[in-house]
């Protein structure tokens, strides 16, 4: 005990050892000064690397005897080692960290998991942004800055920005469409339909006379779209194109489309407006949100996925353009003119400003709203609800004439009525 108290003030480590023989020897006292010492001596040592192991052996000795100093020191020590090394040598930081938490040092376990959350979440950008998201999510709970970064700008997207997510082993992709206002409705100078000849063919984009063999039929042009100014009030994000064969497929089940050899890539068609609502409640389900089952007014609070309102479509569709079409029509639709009578895989044609694809032609799309005037309906959100047993298609297929494929266009249909010439594509706030 004596020699041990003469170095105290030379060497902490000489004089942990003689107060430890006195310890060994039964000296009263001598334990405890030994630990005290031996401490002392190693937090000296951290800030050498190379007493790092003896340093840590005595962490581990004191833990060991029951001393929680040392219990806690020796955490500690690790702890310091792998948050000097973050940022500079990550896979070394993670090692450390890993080590400190392994002695239960609840804050190692923080910064180790935060940062492995980092990790996966950079890993899954290039494959899944809603999965890199919802990691991020997670590093920033646990105290990443970094991630809580990367949350608030991935959060607030810029217009047009795109996001993929995978469900039941299908990729959806979609874009942001950001709130705003536009001109909706045709202008008195695009294409007009009123001399259009009748045609034979599927009904869409026409007012049309139901012949008894259901077949061919004589189609009269619609083209009742005047021009008013429209506000959308928030942003949502929509599927970059049609949904596909495949996709419907993944959460349905089955594939109804009559172009079914065009392959997976290519949009599903013959789905009732009934229909796409159901896939929409599916897809929702997979992604854990809540249903969109709502088919008035309460459609504007659903946080699930559901059809596009006419507003919406359209609004989307000019992603900003004011003309006819938002490019040269050969240059963004699939119609009557270049289709060769048959659907496209989805994402042929130049995309609009806003990068959504086959907006125009392909197939005509679901729209929420009953078919009617836009005679007394509101000029923000407006939604076309009632009893009309017509609902509106938007944007032209693969058989249409060039005076239906237009940003403008409107088309109706029972919503029962399944067609080759007919799908659909979702949103979502």
Same mark, same amino acid.
């Given at each position: 005990?004596?020699?041990?108290?003469?170095?105290?003030?030379?060497?902490?480590?000489?004089?942990?050892?003689?107060?430890?023989?006195?310890? *060994?020897?039964?000296?009263?006292?001598?334990?405890?000064?030994?630990?005290?010492?031996?401490?002392?001596?190693?937090?000296?040592?951290?800030?050498?690397?190379? =007493? #790092?192991?003896?340093?840590?052996? #005595? +962490?581990?000795?004191?833990?060991?005897?029951?001393?929680?100093?040392?219990?806690?020191?020796?955490?500690?020590? #690790?702890?310091?080692?792998?948050?000097?090394?973050?940022?500079?040598?990550?896979?070394?930081?993670?090692?450390?960290?890993?080590?400190?938490?392994?002695? =239960? +040092?609840?804050?190692?376990?923080?910064?180790?998991?935060?940062? =492995?959350?980092?990790?996966?979440?950079?890993?899954?950008?290039?494959? *899944?942004?809603?999965?890199?998201?919802? #990691?991020?999510?997670?590093?920033?709970?646990?105290?990443?800055?970094?991630?809580?970064?990367? %949350?608030?700008?991935?959060?607030?997207?810029?217009?047009?920005?795109?996001?993929?997510?995978?469900?039941?082993?299908?990729? @959806?992709?979609?874009?942001?469409?950001?709130?705003?206002?536009?001109?909706?409705?045709?202008?008195?100078?695009?294409?007009?339909?009123?001399?259009?000849?009748?045609?034979?063919?599927? $009904?869409?984009?026409?007012?049309?006379? !139901?012949?008894?063999?259901?077949?061919?039929?004589?189609?009269?042009?619609?083209?009742?779209?005047?021009? $008013?100014?429209? !506000?959308?009030?928030?942003?949502?994000?929509?599927?970059?194109?049609?949904?596909?064969?495949?996709?419907?497929?993944?959460?349905?089940?089955?594939?109804?489309?009559? @172009?079914?050899?065009?392959?997976?890539?290519?949009?599903?068609?013959?789905?009732?407006?009934?229909?796409?609502?159901? @896939?929409?409640?599916?897809?929702?389900?997979?992604?854990?949100?809540?249903?969109? !089952?709502?088919?008035?007014?309460?459609?504007?609070?659903?946080?699930?996925?559901?059809?596009?309102?006419?507003?919406?479509?359209? +609004?989307?569709?000019?992603?900003?353009?004011?003309?006819?079409?938002?490019?040269?029509?050969?240059?963004?639709?699939?119609?009557?003119?270049?289709?060769?009578?048959?659907?496209?895989?989805?994402?042929?044609? *130049?995309?609009?400003?806003?990068?959504? =694809?086959?907006?125009?032609?392909?197939?005509?799309?679901?729209?929420?709203?009953?078919?009617?005037? +836009?005679?007394?309906?509101?000029?923000?959100?407006?939604?076309?609800?009632?009893?009309? !047993?017509?609902? %509106?298609?938007?944007?032209?297929?693969?058989?249409?004439?060039?005076?239906? %494929?237009?940003?403008?266009?409107? *088309?109706?249909?029972?919503?029962?009525?399944?067609?080759?010439?007919?799908?659909?594509?979702?949103?979502?706030?």
């Amino acid at each position: 005990m004596a020699r041990g108290k003469r170095e105290e003030g030379r060497s902490l480590g000489k004089a942990s050892e003689w107060y430890a023989k006195a310890c *060994s020897l039964g000296e009263d006292g001598g334990c405890a000064k030994a630990w005290e010492m031996g401490l002392k001596w190693c937090k000296g040592a951290e800030s050498e690397p190379s =007493k #790092w192991g003896d340093a840590d052996r #005595w +962490y581990k000795l004191a833990c060991e005897k029951g001393y929680a100093e040392g219990c806690k020191a020796r955490g500690e020590a #690790w702890f310091a080692r792998g948050k000097g090394q973050v940022g500079k040598e990550q896979q070394l930081a993670l090692y450390w960290l890993k080590t400190a938490c392994g002695v =239960k +040092y609840a804050e190692a376990c923080q910064m180790h998991e935060g940062l =492995k959350a980092l990790e996966k979440g950079k890993a899954e950008e290039g494959r *899944s942004s809603s999965e890199a998201l919802l #990691w991020y999510r997670r590093a920033c709970r646990l105290g990443q800055k970094e991630g809580c970064n990367i %949350v608030e700008r991935l959060s607030k997207p810029s217009e047009g920005a795109r996001h993929s997510f995978r469900v039941k082993g299908a990729t @959806f992709a979609m874009r942001w469409i950001p709130a705003g206002s536009f001109t909706m409705g045709s202008s008195e100078n695009e294409p007009s339909l009123s001399s259009s000849k009748p045609v034979e063919g599927y $009904r869409r984009g026409f007012i049309f006379d !139901t012949s008894p063999d259901n077949k061919s039929h004589y189609i009269i042009p619609d083209n009742k779209s005047p021009q $008013r100014s429209v !506000t959308i009030s928030k942003g949502f994000w929509m599927l970059e194109s049609e949904v596909t064969q495949g996709q419907y497929k993944a959460l349905m089940g089955r594939n109804p489309s009559h @172009f079914s050899s065009c392959g997976d890539n290519c949009p599903v068609e013959q789905v009732s407006w009934h229909e796409a609502r159901e @896939f929409a409640e599916k897809l929702s389900e997979a992604q854990g949100l809540a249903a969109c !089952t709502e088919t008035e007014r309460g459609i504007f609070g659903c946080k699930g996925w559901r059809l596009p309102t006419e507003a919406e479509w359209e +609004y989307a569709a000019r992603a900003g353009s004011t003309g006819a079409r938002h490019g040269e029509l050969d240059d963004v639709a699939w119609y009557g003119g270049n289709s060769d009578s048959k659907t496209h895989p989805v994402g042929g044609k *130049s995309a609009n400003g806003w990068g959504l =694809k086959d907006m125009l032609g392909n197939v005509y799309e679901w729209t929420m709203d009953v078919y009617g005037s +836009y005679e007394g309906l509101g000029t923000q959100d407006p939604l076309r609800s009632g009893s009309s !047993t017509l609902r %509106v298609s938007r944007g032209g297929g693969w058989n249409s004439h060039a005076g239906l %494929v237009r940003s403008a266009s409107r *088309s109706s249909d029972a919503p029962t009525i399944r067609d080759g010439n007919l799908g659909f594509r979702l949103l979502r706030y």
